[in-house]
């Protein structure tokens, strides 16, 4: 049977600050990757900041917005680095792929 | 009644060639304003490049990917632009803002 998979689409504007940001971001990374229930992440930023991780399940995703250090991390996130942010949780219907031969 | 949102997640690595890269992105996004169903875009470029595009449903999704100004813009990016893509349709389950007061 296929596999679920869930889209977190984050995306995000700045503010003035972004001492701390990329560190942050890299070790938020690392920590995903250890939740049950990863599935992958994508990301890029230009004026905006777009990050898009994949899981199993809803529950997988409560589950890391809860992770303790990342809670630090949304907090530091809302206080010094983000004038604006949306997440959207999003069912992954079907997906298909090109690579150049 | 709350509306249905759709997502049209696309990630994209480049080849070694981007002349006209730009301008076929403005007039992809100019265009795609214009089709039925289309509710907004999101997108960012580094290493990669990501574009989200929203819509009403899937017969909106359907109807841009074979719109015939679109199909020969997906041709030129096949031949010219894109050394990968990968293209999710996913359901927007629920969404979140924030906004710095």
């Known amino acids: 049977m296929k596999q679920d998979v869930y889209a977190v689409i984050f995306i ?47 529950e997988a995703i409560k589950a890391w917005k809860q992770q303790s250090e990342h809670i630090l991390a949304q907090k530091k996130g809302i206080k010094d680095w983000y004038s604006w942010y949306k997440v959207q949780i999003c069912k992954v219907e079907r997906e298909y792929e090109f690579l150049k031969s």
Do not use: C, N
């Open 12 to 58: 995000s504007t700045f503010s003035d600050t972004t001492e701390g940001y990329l560190e942050m971001v890299h070790q938020m990374e690392d920590l995903a990757k250890k939740q049950p229930g990863y599935l992958g992440i994508e990301s890029a930023r230009d004026k905006k900041g777009i990050t898009i991780s994949y899981w199993e399940s809803l």
